[in-house]
């Protein structure tokens, strides 16, 4: 008889039944060679631990982690990759063959991949514009770093968060801007990321002026509810290249696929189809 070999892999947080996740990871497991399911599991604060050890116990390959638990998760780990430890959070958990658990961080990789395959001649030459402070606004910082780029300009409603991110990650090449300069430095980049929640439904839109901004430009925004939002809307009527929140989701779990299965997969049509269902 063969041996059916099924991972199991799960996304973690508290709440989740909005993740998209499953939807994504499903996917690949009925769409590749890989044999295996995904589920969504809440997990209280106060259980991480017990859960931990349960999903050792239970044979999980990996999981991903979400709000409110990427930075309480690292405690309960044997190790972590350079990256989580730089971005001081996990998104990621593989349980290796000997129980132990390594965290990761695919979130940076997620958006440079997906800006890379959107707008593949994105001017890497010039500074780029982060809007934002939080955890994602450090996984676009470290990924456009670890691209290279020549500088990158931070601005967020409460400076000294830009600051502290400068001061941890920066090696030099980070400038913190003032709030209400953000329109003109937008002028001055080849690259501007909205990582903060303005613009997603139910929230403010993000005000920013794209009228002095080079022809070049490319906007990219990580909300993905809605999927154009208005800085997207924006900068499509200037006729600037423009890049959405929701591919960023698809290749951060693409990268803990390969590290929990060291599978590639990739982004196609179906899935897309199948994001937008559930968007809808
Ligand atoms: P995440 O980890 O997903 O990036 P977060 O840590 O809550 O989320 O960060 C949210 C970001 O959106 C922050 O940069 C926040 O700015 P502050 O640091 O000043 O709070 C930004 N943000 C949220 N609401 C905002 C608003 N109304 N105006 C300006 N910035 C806002």
Redesign the pocket.
């Known amino acids: 008889m063969p041996v059916i070999d099924t991972k199991t892999s799960a996304v973690i947080g508290h709440p989740i039944s909005q993740s998209l996740s499953p939807v994504i990871h499903n996917h690949w497991f009925e769409n590749s060679d890989v044999d295996g399911f995904y589920c969504a599991i809440d997990v209280d604060p106060a259980d991480l631990g017990m859960f931990l050890e349960n999903a050792k116990q239970s044979g999980l390959k990996g999981f991903n982690v979400t ?1 409110p638990h ?1 930075t309480n998760i690292i405690p309960f780990l044997d190790r972590l990759a350079p990256i989580a430890r730089q971005m001081g ?1 996990v998104n990621t958990v593989k349980i290796m063959e000997d129980g132990s658990t390594v965290g990761f961080n695919t979130d940076g990789i997620g958006l440079i991949t997906h800006l890379k395959k959107s707008v593949p001649d994105w001017p890497k030459d010039k500074p780029a514009l982060v ?9 676009a910082v470290l990924g456009l770093l670890n691209e290279n780029i020549p500088m990158v300009m931070l601005t ?3 400076r000294e ?2 600051e502290t991110i400068r001061d941890e990650l920066g090696r030099g090449r980070i400038t913190v801007v003032e ?1 209400d300069d953000r329109s003109a430095a937008a002028s001055a980049a080849g690259l501007v990321v909205n ?4 613009g997603m439904i139910g ?2 839109t ?1 005000d920013i002026s794209l009228e002095s901004a080079a022809s070049d430009t490319v906007v990219y925004d ?1 909300v993905f509810k809605p999927l154009e939002t208005n800085l997207l809307k924006t900068a499509r009527e200037r006729r600037l290249r423009t890049v959405d929140g929701l591919g960023m989701l698809v290749y951060q779990a693409a990268a803990s696929f390969k590290i929990w299965f060291e599978k590639e997969v990739s982004y196609d049509d179906a899935l897309h189809s199948k994001l937008m269902e559930k968007l809808s």
């Not at 809007?131 to 996984?139: E, L, Q």
């Not at 990582?195 to 303005?198: G, V």
């Open positions: 709000i990427k959070a809007i934002g402070a939080g955890g994602a606004a450090r996984a967020n409603r409460t968060k830009a709030w990582t903060t929640s303005l929230q403010p993000l990580i």
